[in-house]
């Protein structure tokens, strides 16, 4: 069981490029979600999905898009890529049944530095 | 305008002392608060979480206690040692069935031997 995944781990992108970054979940969880992470902002909802064929803005949508095909996988993509994407981006998912204590499982980030 | 706020950015404590990690919060419509716990290079960890119906919750060395009309919630580390240098997360939830989180900016631990 491996929890929630990431990949890649660290990229570099030049500004304008196209990246998509990938989430897998192997826990069955229903709901799922990708965060940025900025020194001194905490983390910060960018988009989310409560299940397979359904996806949501949160807080910080502008510049991503994203997609949920499969129920075990949440995509995020930045079409063309900008310095204020530079951050540490966090996935999370969430497990049927958790409407009340509302814990998410995270994956181990990925680091992106757009140049 | 942030609606969880950790004031502190920084902590640091001795070891077997305890440490008090402070969150405020300004929605009165949270339902659930939670702390998590992250390592550098680590995605974060929950670590324990408290009903809006409830003032306190207990998991070994960690206690959270919820100050509503306050709009505060505080996790106590009783004792504190070395491996639970990290930075806590506050979050709290808005409700409804997306279970959304909303995090605070984080506190960062240090626990000295």
């Known amino acids: 069981n491996a929890g929630v995944t990431q990949t890649p781990k660290f990229r570099v992108l030049k500004t304008g490029q196209s990246m998509t970054l990938l989430c897998a979940q192997d826990m069955n969880h229903e709901y799922m979600y990708w965060y940025r992470q900025d020194p001194g902002m905490g983390l910060r909802l960018i988009h989310y999905?409560?299940?397979?064929?359904?996806?949501a803005k949160g807080e910080v949508p502008d510049g991503y898009n994203v997609s949920r095909l499969k129920k075990q996988n949440f995509l995020l993509g930045l079409e063309s890529a900008a310095p204020s994407q530079t951050s540490v981006y966090f996935c999370a998912s969430s497990p049927p049944g958790d409407r009340v204590r509302k814990t998410q499982y995270f994956g181990p980030g990925t680091r992106l530095l757009v140049l | 305008d942030q609606q969880v706020k950790q004031n502190s950015p920084s902590l640091s404590v001795q070891e077997g002392r305890i440490s008090i990690l402070n969150c405020d919060y300004t929605?009165?419509?949270?339902?659930?608060f939670l702390w998590y716990k992250k390592y550098p290079a680590e995605g974060p960890t929950f670590l324990i979480s408290?009903?809006?119906?409830?003032d306190k919750n207990e998991d070994g060395r960690f206690t959270v206690f919820l100050n509503k009309s306050a709009k505060h919630l505080s996790l106590h580390i009783v004792p504190s040692q070395p491996g639970d240098s990290a930075v806590y997360f506050c979050?709290?939830?808005?409700?409804?069935?997306?279970?959304?989180?909303?995090f605070g900016t984080g506190t960062l631990l240090a626990v000295q031997p």
């Open positions: 929605n009165s419509m949270f339902d659930y």
């Open positions: 408290i009903s809006s119906i409830k």
């Open positions: 999905s409560v299940g397979e064929g359904t996806t």
């Open positions: 979050a709290a939830s808005e409700g409804g069935a997306t279970n959304k989180l909303i």
